[in-house]
């Protein structure tokens, strides 16, 4: 049953509403007499909708909007005004109200205000949790250049039926990537078939990609579509594709050319439209170099090439993702929503993320959401070892470019010291140059010209 709060300073009036609101609706009811009050209610209770006064003393209604609206909380409120002043109703939507009505409205009309608030508070929280649930936002959202050049290649490349390569590092979110590759196309109506090639045993790869015959092999008892034919129309995603054994990269490499797949067993050829995103974490062309990689697969499937960047290289994006997987944490477990204190998003921005990038938030959010069953997560909740750059990414910086001379390094290296410094400061020059210890802001900006470096 839904439960509707009441926030009025005038008792008669609240108590009231209260009455009606359980006599014709059947809600459950609750009322505070104050926005002091009904904040502390808000905070306490599972609130589904909230009918507020906007003119009481002390805290107004219009302070319990903005005080909402700061926090994130997304209940549906319901606003009413005995002045009957159309600007105070409009400024309160534009706070976040979702409608407004008449002190003198008959209590069937706002009955029915509060079902339709209800429902649309309901159809927007399924909206978030399918959108949170499908993996929205999670690499792909964010306000810096890495995030948004990533996320304008990909919603380019998504109607082209080319294979496309995925690379990046373990934790990235190579996956969620593909995944937007194919929602992004006129293939989202069909089948999405993730195979990770690492998790599949070596005599069971082809049967797995390709599909077989009954009879096959031992255990073959009946006829088995591939992921190939699983896929037609759609798309499959290769995950850990720098993990598929010489002999399946050959016949990988046919269907891909030719578009036709052989099952195991099986001499007749099946025509399939399928596109092919597959995803690594290795380099591929030392890969090939060290001959555990076919030179013209590779060819064929870097046709086009998406690089996920690291979190180190966008850590101002680190606040919308620890939002982004508080929200989805709090909705698992089931719990009030949870704030984020600024000192706690300054740590995790701190942090360079190298052991397993955007996972390793995912997990530590969990973590801070299961430490503490108060709404504000303090920065003296988070892991002790969310502390600063770990000893992994400063050495990943120092030797980024191995095998090359030493110049190549330190120039390589430099400017990665210069763009994971910039982002950690919002691109804030002065900042990041006080951070750096250059002597003054211009030494900075010279550095940036010479690596091309602009925001």
Known sequence: MSLILIIDDIAAMRNQYAYDLKRLGGFETIT?????????????????????????????????????????????????????????????????????????????????????????????????????????????????????????????????????????????????????????????????????????????????????????????????????????????????????????????????????????????????????VAATNRNLDDEVAAGRFRQDLLFRLNTHLVQVPPLRERLSDVPLLAEHFLALTCEKFACRPRILAPETLDRLKGYDWSRNNIRELRNVIERLVIATGEDLITVDLVPAEITGPSATAVKQSVYVALGGTLKEQKTIAERKIILTALERNDWHITNTARQLGLSDHSSLLKIMKRHDLKK
Not at 107 to 119: D, G
Not at 161 to 189: Q, Y
């Open 32 to 276: 505070a007499a104050g926005g002091a009050e009904g904040l502390t209610r808000l905070k306490d209770e599972p609130v589904d909708c909230v009918i507020l006064d906007l003119e009481m003393p002390g805290v107004d209604g219009f302070e319990v909007l903005a005080t909402l609206k700061k926090q994130g909380r997304k209940v549906p409120i319901i606003v009413y005004t005995g002045t009957g002043s159309y600007d105070r109703c409009v400024r309160a939507v534009k706070l976040g109200a979702y409608s407004f009505i008449a002190k003198d409205e008959p209590l069937e009309r706002v009955v029915r205000e509060v079902e339709n608030a209800l429902a649309w508070g309901g159809l927007r929280h399924e909206i978030n949790r399918l959108k949170r649930q499908s993996g929205e936002g999670s690499p792909l959202v964010g306000e810096s250049r890495a995030a948004t050049a990533m996320v304008e290649l990909v919603d380019r490349l998504a109607p082209i039926p080319s294979p496309v390569l995925i690379m990046g590092e373990s934790g990235s979110g190579k996956e969620l990537v593909a995944r937007r590759l194919h929602d992004a196309s006129n293939r989202k109506s069909r089948t999405f078939v993730p195979v990770n090639c690492a998790a599949l045993p070596e005599g069971m790869i082809e049967s797995e990609l390709f599909g077989h015959e009954r009879g096959a092999f031992t255990g073959a008892d009946k006829v088995r579509k591939g992921a190939f034919e699983t896929a037609d129309q759609g798309t499959l995603f290769l995950d850990e594709i720098g993990e598929l054994p010489l002999s399946a990269q050959a016949k990988l490499l046919r269907v891909l050319e030719d578009g036709i797949v052989t099952r195991l067993g099986s001499h007749e050829g099946r025509q399939v439209n399928t596109r092919v």
